[in-house]
């Protein structure tokens, strides 16, 4: 690649084409992971999908490996590539409500804070997930778990359609209507199979939910993940819990005497009549007290934001994901063994509950093929000290080695970190995989968007 060529290709943006010279790429490629460091040859800030369309052109032209970057909270820094282009969407921010029929439209490079804000005043918002700086194209590609799954199902089952830049930097629209096989891939098939500039949302009443965490001592965490085990598989549908072992931190709401202490809780959305919300957990607390609870009514996004302090970008993250079907005694056993050993302040492990509405679909109704799991584990071994990056390591990989024996066999893609194998990719797909190699090889036969989870296309010439 010459330096003409990367001159014409400027001109021929709206947006701003950022190389290592300029003074800022070392900040234009952080991602939010701080343990992924890698370094682009180029980095192209889109202003709108014409953008979009020349950069896939040029990476094209010039055999450039490509990420696609949106909100790049990718779990293995996936947004992000070594001697590459970054196709960079942050620019690409608008959205648009429509309060009638209840959708909103929003832009490829918009977070989830975003859009929880532009909905709120139309008392609606989308399924998403658990913090609000997440960007909404990462999120929803890989599926979408978040606060109200179980009530409206998973993020995918909630697109309506998206426009989308091909390999071949072609823009098309993918629908039930329009290019359905694509729309069918790219829910939950990740970013295989082209560049999403925006999406169609279908949009809920939630308005003021009651929610937040409750907090046990450890030594009540057996007690709690077996009541929890039960409650969640057959709780209404307008209540969602996830279950953590955390370390406390240091600030608001929690009080001193809990700050730094090791404990198991569940954090709590119930998006529902609000005199009946402390009728439904009120077995639980005569069960088993909380040494803490902060379950009140709040605005849907305060409670989309609660962790965005906590989990602020920069920090040195290690994820390993599984989904689980059962949560038997004997691996109730192992998570209080290993939760236990929290290594640091923001390490942690959450189990989502993925029942609910989001059971209503079939496993061949879109790539997100575990319909029938219970729950989505992540074990993230989290710090801000480069230096602990071994010990975050250590600690997640035992802990997920002890529990996979115990999983469904494969895990939630946004979960995974990058070269986990094929194997992994496959188990996670399950019988839609070679669906998704077939519509990968019609949509992208030269594996042009690679840097991913990738669904392999078959080779030229190949049977």
Not at 142 to 149: A, E, Q, S, V, Y
Not at 437 to 453: A, I, S
């Amino acid at each position: 690649m010459q330096q003409e060529d990367v001159n014409q290709f400027r001109t021929q943006l709206r947006g701003q084409l950022i190389e290592p010279t300029d003074p800022g790429y070392e900040e234009a490629r952080k991602v939010y992971n701080a343990m992924i460091s890698k370094k682009p040859r180029l980095i192209a800030f889109c202003a709108d999908v014409a953008d979009v369309m020349a950069a896939v052109q040029f990476g094209k032209q010039q055999d450039l490996k490509v990420s696609i970057r949106s909100g790049g909270h990718n779990a293995g820094g996936l947004g992000i590539c070594d001697d590459g282009l970054v196709i960079d969407l942050s620019r690409i921010k608008f959205v648009h409500v429509d309060p009638a029929a209840r959708t909103v439209r929003v832009g490829g490079g918009c977070t989830w804070g975003d859009i929880d804000h532009a909905t709120h005043a139309f008392g609606l918002a989308v399924p998403s997930g658990i913090i609000s700086t997440t960007g909404v194209g990462g999120l929803t590609l890989g599926g979408g778990i978040g606060h109200l799954t179980r009530q409206y199902g998973l993020t995918i089952d909630n697109l309506l359609a998206a426009d989308v830049v091909l390999a071949d930097g072609k823009f098309v629209v993918a629908s039930a209507d329009d290019n359905s096989d694509l729309f069918w891939a790219i829910r939950g098939g990740g970013g295989n199979f082209g560049v999403v500039t925006s999406f169609l949302f279908q949009a809920h009443p939630v308005s003021i939910v009651c929610a937040g965490p409750m907090l046990w001592e450890m030594d009540q965490a057996a007690d709690i993940m077996k009541w929890y085990r039960e409650f969640i598989a057959q709780a209404p549908e307008e209540i969602n819990g996830f279950f953590a072992f955390i370390t406390v931190p240091p600030g608001p709401p929690f009080p001193e005497h809990l700050h730094f202490k090791k404990m198991c809780g569940i954090v709590w959305c119930y998006d529902g009549p609000m005199e009946q919300a402390n009728e439904i957990l009120g077995p639980l607390r005569n069960f088993r007290h909380p040494a803490f609870e902060f379950f009140v009514p709040m605005p849907f996004p305060m409670l989309q934001g609660m962790f965005d302090g906590l989990y602020a970008p920069g920090l040195q993250w290690y994820w390993k994901a599984d989904f689980v079907n059962e949560l038997g005694d004997e691996a109730v056993a192992l998570h209080i063994k290993h939760g236990s050993e929290l290594p640091t302040l923001h390490s942690t492990m959450h189990l989502y509950p993925i029942n609910g509405a989001a059971h209503r679909a079939g496993n061949k109704d879109t790539p997100w093929s575990y319909r029938g799991a219970m729950w989505s584990e992540v074990i993230v071994g989290v710090d801000p000290d480069p230096a602990n990056k071994d010990r975050i390591i250590e600690w997640a990989r035992s802990y997920w080695e002890a529990l996979h024996p115990y999983g469904a066999g494969g895990a939630y893609v946004n979960f995974m970190m990058e070269n986990e194998g094929q194997d992994r990719i496959r188990a996670s797909y399950q019988n839609n995989y070679n669906k998704l190699v077939e519509l990968k090889t019609k949509y992208d036969p030269n594996n042009f968007f690679r840097v991913n989870q990738n669904i392999v296309p078959v080779a030229k010439g190949a049977a």
